[in-house]
């Protein structure tokens, strides 16, 4: 049994590749953070370009030499979900997708394909998300891939 969350009881990550939506603050940044110390090559999906670029110095200068890399994406737009799911798919592998990034209250909005902005985001743009995501797998890498 785990008893022991945090990251030091997260094994080596190398050879590991992560997308992580809303990786620029929260749970979403820590994980990203603990994935590329321990190894792994992470790719923050992050809405705002500023934000994600200051979250990839940040990692950066917690774990010199990260593999990490910026992947723009708004859940909140389907073309943008297709958009950063076809720059994951140029990746040799994906092995890990956290779905993490979501609103809480948006009253009376709407995402710019006409959905309410909670469901749109939290739940359309995830769901659109993975299904395309499926695709990048190809297997494990290698010195040759």
């Given at each position: 049994?785990?008893?022991?969350?945090?990251?030091?009881?997260?094994?080596?990550?190398?050879?590991?590749?992560?997308?992580?939506?809303?990786?620029n603050t929260g749970i979403g940044f820590?994980?990203?953070?603990?994935?590329?110390?321990?190894?792994?090559?992470?790719?923050?999906?992050?809405?705002?370009?500023?934000?994600?670029?200051?979250?990839?110095?940040?990692?950066?200068?917690?774990?010199?030499?990260?593999?990490?890399?910026?992947?723009?994406?708004?859940?909140?737009?389907?073309?943008?979900?297709?958009?950063?799911?076809?720059?994951?798919?140029?990746?040799?592998?994906?092995?890990?997708?956290?779905?993490?990034?979501?609103?809480?209250?948006?009253?009376?909005?709407?995402?710019?394909?006409?959905?309410?902005?909670?469901?749109?985001?939290?739940?359309?743009?995830?769901?659109?998300?993975?299904?395309?995501?499926?695709?990048?797998?190809?297997?494990?890498?290698?010195?040759?891939?």
């Amino acid at each position: 049994m785990i008893t022991d969350f945090t990251a030091t009881g997260v094994h080596d990550q190398s050879g590991k590749t992560f997308f992580i939506t809303g990786a620029n603050t929260g749970i979403g940044f820590e994980a990203a953070k603990v994935f590329a110390g321990k190894g792994g090559r992470v790719l923050l999906g992050c809405r705002n370009p500023v934000k994600g670029e200051d979250a990839l110095a940040r990692i950066a200068d917690a774990h010199p030499g990260a593999d990490i890399a910026l992947v723009r994406i708004d859940l909140s737009d389907l073309a943008s979900v297709r958009a950063a799911a076809d720059v994951v798919a140029q990746e040799p592998r994906l092995d890990v997708l956290v779905n993490n990034a979501g609103v809480m209250w948006n009253p009376k909005t709407i995402t710019s394909d006409g959905f309410e902005s909670q469901f749109g985001i939290n739940h359309l743009g995830h769901f659109a998300l993975t299904g395309r995501s499926s695709r990048c797998s190809k297997g494990p890498r290698t010195a040759a891939s």
